[in-house]
């Protein structure tokens, strides 16, 4: 794909203005032609490019909502795992730090699917992308029905599973931006609220259908809803252009491995020797994972305080409705404050860490739901000031391989999250010492950040100008 990331210009194509020289019209220019899910694949690029623009219609609208219900189920299957954490505790003579480890792999592998996902929307396009994300989704969710050990279920439902919801999610993203051509923002941040919407509903019956049928049936219908999946891709792919694949070179000549990976997967190496997007990569990864204990183990920890199932996945489903809430109220407070967004993204981790650390003085249960929802929308503020943050942090044209590297990240450091949270409970006996321990690592991960804003000019107001751009010509 070359340095320009796919998007090869025609010189004989006079439709296209060649670009401003100025930088502020550069970043403009490029805003307007890159879309940032066509990154993630070729097939997006190869749309974008041979296809004319046309409006959104009605159609583009039945894309989204079936996209949005797609990726609202694959959300669903991995928050649903939260509240199967309880019943897998009472059904395996497993610890907790084993039994944990099915959620927390299944939200990091939800993370770092991403890769797996561009190579086959790359390969076979969005169509057959989705449709085998769902067969991976709904089977191995009904072979986890004939579970005798976690450690199955570590596979079916930890890693399977999880790729196959990546796929059909990052899938979704993809569809949704092809359709929607220049108004692709629209249906991107309206595809985007899918996500804390599974985690809305599907806490909610869940229990009732696990108390009804055990988790095992649950299991089946589970799988029998992820089934869905199939039809709305095949109706959200009706009349999509086939991938073309670039020709194949003439001739016997032999091509290096790495330069055959460096065609597939393009990444930009410089973007590891640019030492502040590593410093903000690493930290936004660490506190993420330490703060996410209250997505973990949130349910258990509600029926540990004495509370019923029900009552504690609505725990859960308040800190999805937070999130919701919270995407609005972002834009509101960037209209109320002059700091910089890297700034606003390391107040909102120091209110989350000291808050995640407060969650055990709850000692009621609407307390704790006001901590929880609280909580919930200083995380939706966190992530939000994270993708603005990263947006000023390297060039538009590499924002995709930044945030894809970013994710990574997370979803390792999620992974490894279970198994040690679990450990530490068995050991103690409770959830608050895991709480504060959070908290700590979380407070622990800023120092290094805070420290390299203060003695190397990180620009703190807006107002200042950009103060990346040493750094940013990566």
Request: glycine share 8%.
């Given at each position: 794909?070359?340095?320009?990331?796919?998007?090869?210009?025609?010189?004989?194509?006079?439709?296209?203005?060649?670009?401003?020289?100025?930088?502020?019209?550069?970043?403009?220019?490029?805003?307007?032609?890159?879309s940032?899910?066509?990154?993630?694949?070729?097939?997006?690029?190869?749309?974008?490019?041979?296809?004319?623009?046309?409006?959104?219609?009605?159609?583009?609208?039945?894309?989204?909502?079936t996209?949005?219900?797609?990726?609202t189920?694959?959300?669903g299957?991995?928050?649903?795992?939260?509240?199967?954490?309880?019943?897998?505790?009472?059904?395996?003579?497993?610890s907790?730090a084993?039994?944990?480890?099915?959620?927390?792999?299944?939200n990091?592998?939800?993370d770092?699917?991403?890769?797996?996902?561009?190579?086959?929307?790359?390969?076979?396009?969005?169509?057959?992308?989705?449709?085998?994300?769902g067969?991976?989704?709904?089977?191995?969710?009904?072979?986890?029905?004939?579970a005798?050990?976690?450690?199955?279920?570590?596979?079916?439902?930890g890693?399977?599973s999880?790729l196959?919801s990546?796929?059909?999610?990052l899938?979704?993203?993809?569809?949704?931006?092809?359709?929607?051509?220049?108004?692709?923002p629209?249906?991107?941040?309206?595809?985007?609220?899918?996500?804390p919407?599974?985690?809305?509903?599907?806490?909610?019956?869940?229990?009732?259908?696990?108390?009804?049928?055990?988790?095992?049936?649950?299991?089946?219908?589970?799988?029998?809803?992820?089934?869905?999946?199939?039809?709305?891709?095949?109706?959200?792919?009706?009349?999509?252009?086939?991938?073309?694949?670039?020709p194949?070179?003439?001739?016997?000549?032999?091509?290096?491995?790495?330069?055959?990976?460096?065609?597939?997967?393009?990444?930009?190496?410089?973007?590891?020797?640019?030492g502040r997007?590593?410093?903000?990569?690493l930290?936004s990864?660490?506190?993420?994972?330490?703060?996410?204990l209250?997505?973990?183990?949130?349910v258990?920890?509600?029926?540990?305080?004495?509370?019923?199932?029900?009552?504690?996945?609505?725990?859960?489903?308040?800190l999805?409705v937070?999130?919701?809430?919270s995407?609005?109220?972002?834009?509101?407070?960037?209209?109320?404050?002059?700091?910089?967004?890297?700034?606003?993204?390391?107040?909102f981790?120091?209110?989350?860490?000291?808050?995640?650390?407060?969650?055990?003085?709850?000692?009621?249960?609407?307390s704790?739901?006001?901590?929880?929802?609280?909580?919930?929308?200083?995380?939706?503020?966190?992530?939000?000031?994270f993708?603005?943050?990263?947006?000023?942090?390297?060039?538009?044209?590499?924002?995709?391989q930044?945030?894809g590297?970013?994710?990574?990240?997370?979803?390792?450091?999620?992974?490894?999250?279970?198994?040690?949270?679990?450990e530490?409970?068995s050991l103690?006996?409770?959830?608050d010492?895991s709480?504060?321990?959070?908290?700590?690592?979380?407070?622990?991960?800023l120092?290094?950040?805070s420290v390299?804003?203060?003695?190397?000019?990180?620009?703190?107001?807006?107002?200042?100008?950009?103060?990346?751009?040493?750094?940013?010509?990566?």
């Open positions: 794909m070359g340095d320009n990331f796919g998007y090869i210009e025609d010189p004989s194509d006079t439709s296209i203005e060649k670009a401003p020289k100025d930088e502020e019209s550069k970043t403009e220019e490029i805003r307007k032609r890159f940032i899910i066509a990154y993630i694949s070729y097939e997006g690029d190869d749309y974008i490019k041979d296809q004319p623009a046309k409006p959104v219609d009605a159609f583009s609208w039945i894309v989204l909502l996209a949005f219900i797609s990726v189920i694959c959300t299957v991995i928050g649903s795992l939260s509240v199967f954490y309880v019943e897998f505790l009472h059904a395996f003579n497993n907790k084993e039994i944990a480890i099915v959620p927390s792999l299944a990091g592998m939800y770092i699917g991403g890769v797996l996902a561009g190579i086959m929307i790359d390969r076979i396009g969005c169509r057959a992308s989705m449709v085998v994300g067969l991976m989704t709904s089977v191995s969710i009904a072979v986890s029905f004939f005798k050990s976690i450690y199955f279920l570590i596979f079916s439902l890693i399977v999880a196959g990546s796929i059909v999610m899938s979704g993203m993809v569809l949704v931006g092809q359709r929607f051509g220049s108004e692709h629209i249906g991107t941040v309206i595809v985007s609220g899918s996500h919407s599974g985690f809305v509903l599907f806490p909610i019956f869940m229990p009732y259908l696990i108390e009804s049928f055990g988790w095992r049936g649950s299991l089946l219908l589970l799988s029998a809803i992820s089934l869905h999946i199939i039809p709305f891709a095949l109706v959200a792919t009706y009349g999509l252009p086939k991938t073309k694949r670039p194949k070179e003439e001739g016997n000549e032999k091509v290096s491995l790495k330069k055959k990976c460096t065609q597939c997967c393009p990444f930009d190496m410089q973007l590891f020797k640019t997007f590593q410093l903000f990569a930290t990864a660490v506190t993420w994972s330490a703060n996410y209250i997505h973990l183990l949130i258990d920890f509600g029926e540990n305080r004495g509370y019923s199932l029900v009552e504690s996945s609505s725990l859960l489903t308040t999805g937070a999130a919701i809430i995407r609005f109220l972002a834009l509101l407070v960037k209209t109320f404050h002059k700091f910089s967004n890297v700034v606003m993204f390391i107040l981790c120091v209110a989350a860490t000291i808050l995640h650390g407060c969650i055990p003085l709850s000692n009621s249960f609407y704790l739901m006001a901590m929880v929802a609280t909580v919930g929308i200083i995380f939706g503020l966190r992530f939000s000031y993708m603005l943050s990263l947006i000023d942090l390297v060039p538009m044209e590499k924002y995709s930044a945030l590297y970013t994710l990574s990240l997370w979803g390792i450091s999620v992974a490894l999250l279970g198994p040690i949270v679990g530490v409970s103690t006996g409770s959830y010492f709480y504060y321990c959070g908290g700590v690592v979380g407070g622990l991960a120092i290094p950040i390299y804003i203060y003695f190397n000019g990180w620009s703190l107001k807006l107002d200042k100008g950009n103060s990346l751009t040493e750094e940013r010509d990566v």
